[in-house]
């Protein structure tokens, strides 16, 4: 439990070269065939390690020690800063007005308490799933007959991501929406993140991932639900698709892989979007090839050398610097944030983010999902079953509807939205849940 307290009832340049052969990992078609090409056979492996698990559901708790919120407070009191950045914008990273704001306004203003309490509302649980503890938020609706949903975040997410919108799927009487809509909803933490254990052996990427959800929604007693993610959860979830456990009749996600192989070719190649692409496809494209060129350093570093990233578990600034450098679009809403500007995100809701994974000590173990995962993460998987896709506009591209009737042939909605980004749930939780509740309409039995 290390020092939480957990209640617990039982010419090319440098640039351009990684950027070229990182958008070939993101996009390749070709690339890790078991992963992607041959479902049939990931679909056939089992879940492995699951005799001796603790199947049972034990109802779970957080209250971090006093100490630990004093320390956090200290160490950040100590911060060595760097000097200034030598530019006017991000391009040197994460700036450092943004972060002494932030600093201060964790030191001296932001209440865990009040995160823990409004945590602690929600019901929490542990089960043990292929030897790892895996800690979840399961809520159940008022209304018969909802739909069973299992949402999963991503990297530099966490639950924090979903909390907004619990509420608007459980109780969609109260957010706009009809009984008819209503959702039970799952949300857990993945391996190596928040609450859930930090895997001790190797091959927790998210294919495993995918399978030890598959037995957690059996666990709950879930025979007929539907699946949901966006950065990693989006890999997973399809991940489950491709499995086809009998249960799962549907996906939806917020951050789909649907470029073409032509498009993946021509961002390789670093040269200019091809000709004859519309103008969605267009914007997508310029999106995707200034992440290659622009904004892929975090996930290169994680995906190689994970356990180099010491200070981000040392050191609270650094972590947080490290969290918010994710990508342009998400670090300049943060930026503004800070700056006095909130729009989607408060400091608070950031800081109890960043927090989280402070307390949890998950800076250098959640890292390890990109050393662990071999997924092209941007390339169609081959997804057969029925599939709800929302495009937010500052999302790491904004997937045209063209592509995605491409990638998922079984597609039951496409949604092209006017506003949010990477954490679209965090940050626009209402359209979220009403994108979710159109999007799973025509699965509902």
Do not use: C
Request: hydrophobic content about 40%.
């Amino acid at each position: 439990m290390n020092s939480l307290e957990k209640t617990q009832s039982s010419p090319l340049s440098r640039r351009h070269f990684l950027a070229g052969s990182t958008a070939a990992l993101l996009t390749s078609p070709s690339a890790f065939a078991l992963a992607q090409s041959r479902p049939d056979e990931v679909a056939a492996a089992p879940v492995a390690g699951l005799v001796g698990d603790d199947a049972r559901i034990r109802p779970f708790a957080f209250h971090a020690p006093q100490s630990e919120l004093t320390d956090l407070r200290r160490r950040i009191a100590s911060t060595r800063w760097p000097s200034r950045e030598l530019v006017t914008d991000a391009s040197q990273g994460v700036q450092l007005a943004t972060m002494r704001e932030l600093a201060r306004t964790w030191q001296t203003d932001y209440d865990w308490r009040k995160f823990e309490s409004r945590l602690n509302r929600w019901p929490q649980f542990m089960t043990t799933i292929d030897g790892v503890d895996i800690h979840f938020i399961h809520v159940r609706s008022k209304h018969p007959d909802a739909l069973p949903v299992i949402v999963t975040h991503g990297w530099p997410g966490s639950i924090v991501e979903q909390l907004k919108i619990i509420d608007p799927l459980t109780d969609p009487t109260a957010h706009g929406g009809t009984a008819s809509d209503a959702f039970d909803i799952v949300i857990p933490s993945l391996p190596g993140h928040g609450f859930s254990g930090k895997p001790t052996t190797l091959g927790w990427d998210p294919i495993r991932v995918a399978r030890a959800w598959v037995v957690l929604m059996e666990r709950l007693g879930y025979t007929r639900y539907v699946a949901q993610g966006g950065d990693w959860g989006n890999a997973v979830t399809e991940q489950m698709a491709l499995l086809r456990p009998p249960g799962l009749v549907g996906i939806h996600t917020n951050m789909p892989a649907t470029i073409p192989d032509e498009i993946a070719k021509a961002l390789q190649s670093g040269g200019p979007a091809p000709t004859g692409l519309a103008a969605d496809e267009k914007y997508a494209y310029e999106q995707l090839d200034f992440f290659y060129k622009n904004g892929l350093s975090y996930a290169q570093e994680m995906s190689k050398r994970p356990q180099t990233l010491y200070g981000i578990d040392d050191s609270p600034i650094g972590l947080a610097a490290w969290m918010l450098d994710h990508d342009a679009r998400s670090y300049a809403l943060i930026s503004r944030v800070f700056a006095g500007r909130p729009e989607g995100l408060t400091r608070t809701d950031i800081l109890d983010n960043v927090t989280l994974y402070w307390l949890t000590n998950t800076g250098v173990s959640s890292a390890r999902l990109y050393w662990e995962s071999k997924l092209a993460f941007f390339a169609p998987k081959g997804v057969a079953i029925p599939v709800a896709v929302s495009a937010f506009p500052d999302e790491i591209y904004t997937a045209p509807r063209s592509w995605t009737e491409r990638a998922y042939p079984k597609l039951v909605h496409y949604g092209r939205l006017d506003k949010g980004g990477h954490f679209a749930a965090w940050e626009q939780p209402e359209v979220f849940a009403a994108e979710l509740r159109s999007g799973f309409r025509s699965l509902r039995g």
